[in-house]
């Protein structure tokens, strides 16, 4: 008896044009026969992997029979596209529903670009969560994918991809994510005769729908003169807001002065902001294009770089390693400098290559180091600060020649600029992952 099919695809667009998640609405159009059970997912996956278009994203959507009381998860045009929280029993053809999705997903994707690896995957259940978890926190090879689709006894699935396969790891992700930690994204779409213009968004209209909707995060950059909300990039992406209550958005959204209609709306449910790449580990654990959680000492002084990056070593039980705040991270880097070797920290980010590099996503100052200066004896005699009379030799006093021995000297602890607490880099600079302290 099926409840509905999952639909889940990936590596459709370029850094030219085109996103996965407008395809989402493209699908939605091709597969009006069924009706839309839930919010469509937009699935975040590994941010640290070289081959990703921008923000390494998936999309996966179920259909079926829709029971229950519907709600509105999109506006196309004129028409409200609505969902239902349940699926009642129906029947799909999945080899038929497998041509009619391919052959959307095709028609929008960036087919000429050599990095474009489109996938399709259709199925009558979730595949296992793990094919979530190693697509969110690992480097996987699509034959791992292709494997366990093929080993898994029982279950009813079809998948197409086309030039390389690489594109089935993230359709997999999405329909395998269940959607245990969310938050949810609603994504405003250009009219097409406006992609690749420049975008024209409201800074006021959106400081004030920041400030109007509480659980929305992630809107404006305020220090750094930045409107997060809105990509730069040539997509059909007008702008996306994010929130914890997916109440919220319709009106956040409406607040929006964007300077064009938008053409489609559509709120996803998403994995977004809630920290699911980030793994506990120790340095000897770490491997290129995973995100790691470390805890150790600052073993040597922040330096700075040529760029403006700033890089200090930390150091576990295990070994050592270069944590790096690179010069988009902004205010970031101030905290960065004023760690001192002897501070407790943990560095939460993802591993670079080459340089061999933690790059900060967040850090935690959990016991500062006490940093202290020595105050030298007095001269009994002319009351005069005596000077260091050689190593292990005590103090002299320069005028009377007076000794005093190196126990006189006092330690007095230094008032440090740093204290303990989380730390985060500013919005601009923040992945889609990450999830933001102030949520
Ligand atoms: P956009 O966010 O604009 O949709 P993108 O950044 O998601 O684009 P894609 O063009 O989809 O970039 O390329 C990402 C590719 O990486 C896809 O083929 C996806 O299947 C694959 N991928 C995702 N996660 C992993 C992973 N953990 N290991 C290896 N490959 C992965």
Redesign the pocket.
């Known amino acids: 008896m099926n409840r509905g099919f999952f639909v889940g695809f990936?590596?459709?667009?370029?850094p030219r044009g085109?996103?996965?998640?407008y395809l989402a609405t493209e699908v939605l159009e091709e597969f009006r026969d069924f009706d839309i059970i839930g919010h469509p997912a937009l699935v975040?996956?590994?941010p640290n992997?070289p081959?990703?278009?921008?923000?390494?994203?998936?999309v996966a959507i179920r259909f079926g029979k829709g029971s229950g009381r519907p709600f509105r998860v999109g506006v196309f045009g004129s028409r409200r596209v609505m969902a239902y929280p349940r699926s009642g029993v129906c029947s799909p053809d999945l080899e038929e529903l497998l041509e009619r999705l391919d052959r959307v997903v095709l028609a929008n994707s960036a087919r000429g670009e050599r990095?474009?690896?489109p996938?399709v995957f259709i199925s009558l259940a979730r595949p296992p969560e793990r094919l979530y978890w190693?697509?969110?926190?690992?480097?996987?090879?699509?034959a791992e994918v292709v494997r366990e689709l093929e080993g898994s006894r029982g279950s009813r699935w079809l998948w197409r991809t086309h030039r390389?396969r690489?594109?089935?790891?993230?359709?997999t992700?999405a329909v395998a994510w269940t959607g245990r930690r969310r938050t949810y994204e609603i994504i405003a779409y250009r009219q097409k005769s406006r992609w690749g213009t420049p975008r024209r968004v409201g800074w006021e209209s959106v400081r004030e729908m920041d400030r109007r909707f509480p659980t929305t995060f992630n809107n404006i950059d305020e220090p750094n003169r930045h409107i997060v909300i809105s990509p730069h990039?040539p997509?059909p992406v007008l702008f996306g807001i994010r929130a914890t209550s997916p109440r919220e958005l319709p009106p956040a959204a409406a607040a929006i002065e964007p300077g064009e209609p938008a053409a489609r709306s559509l709120l996803f449910i998403s994995n977004q902001g809630t920290d699911d790449h980030l793994r506990r580990t120790h340095v000897c654990g770490l491997r290129p294009?995973v995100s790691a959680w470390l805890r150790g000492r600052v073993v040597a002084a922040p330096v700075s770089r040529p760029g403006g990056h700033v890089f200090f070593r930390l150091a576990d039980r295990t070994g050592s390693v270069d944590c790096a705040a690179f010069e988009p991270t902004k205010e970031f880097r101030g905290l960065v400098r004023r760690l001192v070797p002897g501070d407790l920290v943990e560095a939460l980010g993802g591993v670079h290559r080459r340089p061999f590099t933690v790059n900060l996503e967040k850090l935690a100052v959990v016991r500062p180091a006490i940093v202290t200066t020595v105050r030298k004896p007095r001269c009994p005699c002319c009351g005069a600060a005596m000077r260091s009379a050689g190593r292990g030799a005590g103090y002299r006093c320069r005028r009377c020649h007076a000794r005093a021995g190196a126990e006189e000297a006092v330690r007095l602890p230094l008032a440090r600029d740093l204290a303990g607490g989380l730390y985060e880099v500013p919005k601009c600079a923040r992945r889609h992952l990450s999830r933001p302290l102030d949520r």
């Open positions: 990936d590596d459709t667009d370029s085109l996103c996965t998640t975040r996956l590994n992997i081959w990703k278009t921008r923000g390494n994203g998936a990095a474009t690896n996938a190693n697509a969110v926190r690992e480097l996987v090879r699509p390389g690489r594109g089935i790891i993230g359709a992700a990039s997509c294009y």
